[in-house]
């Protein structure tokens, strides 16, 4: 009933007024508080709006998905989840190979951090005294190589020098030059003896050793066995284990070989049986 009775003098009093006093701010505003207050059906007349009042559009309603739309919307899920398998994929790939690498650059830095501080230095140390023995062993046995190799040609010298010396004291016009290459022999025997340069001879009774051993004759011998030495027939020379020249020696070829008795019985047998054949032949006619 009160709203009724407010609308009622609003619309009186919006008769009464002039337009003009109308548009007055304060007036205007006074008229749309009272119209907010009133409920939306109880409107003032468009005289006192200016405008008339603009109906309240209902909420658009939303458009229903259509059938096939969300069977579209699924058939495209297969193929994105595909893609991003694959990409996956690749990126397990990718790091597979950053950490073969990683592990790898790891690696090599564990060896470098190995090779640095104390342990560098001492492992730098070992293995600077074994390529030093190395070499030290190296160059002795080089040494001793190139000291065979150069003795071996001076061998049969040697020997004609000792032989020559053993001559002193035989011929009285000749000792004057024996005197005379005596300090020479001298110096030579003690080269050799540093060297451990010396003369050897094959012993009889020892076996033939081709390391050692020169063969120049070989010779049945009933009791010797074969491959044994029988006699040295010309010296050797060692420097210390190696073999400057090896030394002569006549070789037992064992016993010599005796016929079987069976072949000399056959043998035997033959002329028997021409015998026997001659005799019945003589004796057929004389008993005829």
């Not at 006093?21 to 205007?28: C, T």
């Not at 405008?51 to 739309?69: H, K, L, N, T, Y």
């Not at 070499?135 to 020098?161: C, M, N, W």
């Amino acid at each position: 009933m009160r709203l009724a009775t407010r609308a009622l003098l609003l619309a009186l009093l919006a008769q009464l007024l002039q337009p003009a006093e109308l548009l007055n701010p304060s007036v205007l505003g006074t008229l749309r508080r009272c119209q907010s207050a009133l409920p939306r059906r109880a409107l003032l007349p468009r005289c006192v709006a200016g405008v008339e009042p603009e109906a309240e559009e209902p909420p658009a309603a939303e458009d229903p998905p259509a059938a096939g739309a969300e069977e579209q919307s699924e058939e495209p899920a297969e193929p994105k989840a595909k893609s991003e398998k694959a990409l996956l994929k690749e990126q397990i790939a990718e790091l597979e190979r950053t950490l073969t690498s990683a592990r790898g650059a790891a690696n090599a830095a564990e060896e470098k951090l190995k090779d640095s501080g104390e342990n560098g230095y001492m492992l730098l140390a070992a293995n600077f005294e074994r390529a030093r023995a190395q070499a030290r062993t190296s160059l002795k046995s080089q040494g001793r190589y190139g000291r065979v190799a150069a003795v071996r040609p001076l061998v049969d010298f040697i020997e004609t020098f000792d032989a020559l010396q053993a001559e002193r004291g035989a011929d009285a016009a000749a000792d004057p030059v024996h005197d005379f290459y005596e300090g020479i022999y001298k110096q030579l025997q003690e080269q050799l003896g540093e060297w451990k340069a010396r003369a050897f001879a094959a012993k009889p009774g020892d076996a033939f050793d081709v390391s050692q051993h020169t063969m120049l004759d070989s010779v049945h011998d009933e009791e010797v066995a074969a491959g044994v030495i029988i006699s040295c027939d010309r010296p050797g020379w060692l420097m210390g284990d190696d073999v400057l020249k090896s030394a002569g020696c006549t070789v037992s070829a064992g016993p010599k070989a005796v016929p079987k008795p069976e072949e000399s019985a056959e043998e035997g047998a033959e002329p028997q049986e021409g015998a026997g054949k001659e005799e019945a032949a003589g004796a057929g006619p004389a008993d005829a």
